[in-house]
């Protein structure tokens, strides 16, 4: 649909920072359950400081994986099987996240790692497997690969930004974690319905309704203070 909302007949000069803004917006909102995603991931190291390095590692290599996607886009989406991968670990991540037992002293469900090493290659996968979403969403709405290339770098640049602001909200807010983990299930059930049959796949502006009203109730129960 955003695709439509371009006319080709539009002088390049105003059409391609048009189309930035909205990449990168975009970005930015698909990127929230991204975020809340990889921040939970972190939060299986012991300690800030490790945790940001697991970050900073995993979404440096999780950038060339992206930037490879996008280079190779066309020959990807002719693939269905890209998709339903990518949908079912992300499908996986929420299973586990809802059926693991919470760690009473950090309020934290879902994977523990003893090391560094062990975190990182998780964090590249799972952004990788958003990237299947949001790249499709991109070149739905340019074909020029030099603005998506743009788009998707500024987008890992924020995407470190809020992981790094949700792995400090997790511990604040009772539901926010539980709301990151709904949005990625829908995430993965629009990827599987995409896979499936395309025209079952939802608006682009219903996905961002969702997100945003979840992300609301994610924020509206603030933790007591310990």
Do not use: C
């Amino acid at each position: 649909m955003l695709d439509q909302v371009f006319n080709p007949s539009l002088n390049i000069g105003f059409e391609a920072p048009l189309v930035l803004v909205v990449l990168i917006a975009l970005e930015a909102v698909l990127s929230a359950d991204n975020a809340i995603a990889l921040a939970a991931i972190a939060r299986g190291l012991e300690g800030g400081k490790l945790q940001r390095r697991a970050l900073n590692l995993g979404l440096a290599i999780a950038y060339v994986l992206r930037i490879t996607l996008i280079l190779t886009a066309t020959w990807v989406v002719q693939f269905w099987q890209f998709e339903v991968l990518g949908a079912l670990y992300l499908l996986w991540l929420v299973f586990q996240y809802f059926t693991s037992s919470e760690d009473e002293a950090h309020h934290h469900h879902g994977p523990v790692f003893t090391s560094l090493w062990q975190a990182i290659p998780v964090i590249a996968v799972t952004d990788m497997a958003f990237s299947l979403d949001s790249v499709t969403t991109a070149i739905a709405i340019s074909d020029q690969t030099w603005l998506i290339l743009t788009g998707g770098t500024i987008g890992v640049i924020t995407l470190r930004f809020m992981a790094g602001l949700f792995i400090r909200w997790l511990q604040e807010y009772d539901h926010l974690e539980d709301a990151g983990y709904i949005t990625v299930g829908f995430v993965g059930l629009r990827l599987l319905l995409r896979a499936i049959n395309p025209e079952l796949v939802p608006p682009e502006w219903l996905l961002v309704t969702v997100i945003v009203a979840v992300f609301v109730w994610g924020f509206s129960s603030k933790a007591p203070v310990q």
